[in-house]
C-alpha cells in the first residue's frame, strides 16, 4: 500500500517536458486570483465603512467579502502549487518558505502576499476569540498584503512579456481598489467637504 502511494506521488511530482496545460492553468488561476483580490478590497471597504449598508445587511456584506477573500486565497493556492508541477518549476520550500534565499524576488513577492492573506483569513475566522483591536491590526495587513502581490503580478508580467495587455486589465482591477483604500483612511471631514458623504447632524 505505502508503494502504491510513493509510486503516485513520484508520477505526479514528477517534472516532464514542458506541460502547455499546467503553465496555462497557473496563469490562468493568477488572473482569477489578482481579480477576487481586488474585488475582495473594494468589498472589504465596502464593508468597513457601510457606504453601501442601503442595499443590503451588513450580515450579508461581511459573508459576500468573506466567500470573495475564500476564491482569491484558493485561485492563489491553485497558482502556487501549479510551479511544482512544471519542468523548470519550484519545490514545496520555494513556494511556502518567504525570502528562501535563490528565489527570485519576484517569487518571494507573490509568496509573502499569498501567506500574509492567509494569516489574515485565519484571524479572521477566530476573531471572536480575539480583541477586536488585535484583530483589526491584523486585518489591515491585507492592505500591504494587495500591494505585494500587486508587484508580483506587474514583475511577473514584464518576466513573461505580458505587460503590455494584460497589465492594462491589472491596473483596471487596482484603480478603483487604490481609490477606494485611499477614501477609506481619508478623514470624514474631508470626504465632507468633497460631497461625498453626508455630513451628520
Same mark, same amino acid.
Given at each position: 500500500? #505505502?508503494?502504491?502511494?510513493?509510486? #503516485? #506521488?513520484?508520477?505526479? @511530482?514528477?517534472?516532464?517536458? @514542458?506541460?502547455?496545460? &499546467?503553465?496555462?492553468?497557473?496563469? @490562468?488561476? !493568477?488572473?482569477?486570483?489578482?481579480?477576487?483580490?481586488?474585488?475582495? +478590497?473594494c468589498w472589504g471597504v465596502f464593508t468597513a465603512t457601510g457606504w453601501i449598508k442601503s442595499l443590503t445587511g451588513r450580515k450579508a456584506l461581511r459573508n459576500s467579502h468573506m466567500v470573495l477573500g475564500i476564491l482569491t486565497l /484558493?485561485?492563489?493556492?491553485?497558482?502556487?502549487?501549479?510551479? =511544482?508541477?512544471?519542468?523548470?518549476?519550484? $519545490?514545496?520550500?520555494?513556494?511556502?518558505?518567504? =525570502?528562501?534565499?535563490? $528565489? +527570485?524576488? *519576484?517569487?518571494?513577492?507573490?509568496? #509573502? %502576499?499569498?501567506?500574509?492573506? &492567509?494569516?489574515? !483569513?485565519?484571524? %479572521? %475566522?477566530?476573531?471572536?476569540? /480575539? /480583541?477586536?483591536? *488585535?484583530?483589526?491590526?491584523?486585518?489591515?495587513? !491585507?492592505?500591504?498584503?494587495? !500591494? &505585494?502581490?500587486?508587484?508580483?503580478?506587474?514583475?511577473?508580467?514584464?518576466?513573461?512579456?505580458?505587460?503590455? =495587455?494584460?497589465?492594462?486589465?491589472? &491596473?483596471?482591477?487596482?484603480?478603483?481598489?487604490?481609490?477606494?483604500?485611499?477614501?477609506?483612511?481619508?478623514? @470624514?471631514?474631508?470626504?465632507?467637504?468633497?460631497?461625498?458623504?453626508?455630513?451628520?447632524?
Amino acid at each position: 500500500m #505505502v508503494d502504491q502511494w510513493s509510486e #503516485v #506521488v513520484i508520477v505526479l @511530482t514528477q517534472k516532464t517536458d @514542458t506541460d502547455p496545460g &499546467i503553465k496555462g492553468m497557473a496563469q @490562468t488561476s !493568477a488572473r482569477i486570483s489578482y481579480g477576487f483580490m481586488c474585488l475582495t +478590497l473594494c468589498w472589504g471597504v465596502f464593508t468597513a465603512t457601510g457606504w453601501i449598508k442601503s442595499l443590503t445587511g451588513r450580515k450579508a456584506l461581511r459573508n459576500s467579502h468573506m466567500v470573495l477573500g475564500i476564491l482569491t486565497l /484558493s485561485f492563489g493556492v491553485v497558482h502556487a502549487m501549479s510551479f =511544482l508541477f512544471l519542468p523548470d518549476g519550484f $519545490t514545496l520550500a520555494q513556494i511556502s518558505i518567504p =525570502l528562501l534565499p535563490g $528565489t +527570485l524576488a *519576484r517569487h518571494e513577492l507573490g509568496v #509573502v %502576499g499569498l501567506e500574509v492573506m &492567509i494569516a489574515v !483569513a485565519l484571524t %479572521g %475566522g477566530i476573531s471572536r476569540f /480575539s /480583541s477586536y483591536r *488585535r484583530f483589526l491590526w491584523i486585518h489591515r495587513l !491585507a492592505y500591504p498584503a494587495v !500591494a &505585494i502581490t500587486a508587484l508580483h503580478a506587474f514583475f511577473g508580467a514584464l518576466a513573461n512579456g505580458h505587460l503590455g =495587455l494584460l497589465w492594462f486589465g491589472g &491596473i483596471t482591477l487596482l484603480v478603483p481598489a487604490v481609490l477606494l483604500t485611499a477614501l477609506r483612511f481619508t478623514p @470624514t471631514r474631508y470626504l465632507e467637504r468633497l460631497g461625498l458623504v453626508e455630513e451628520l447632524v
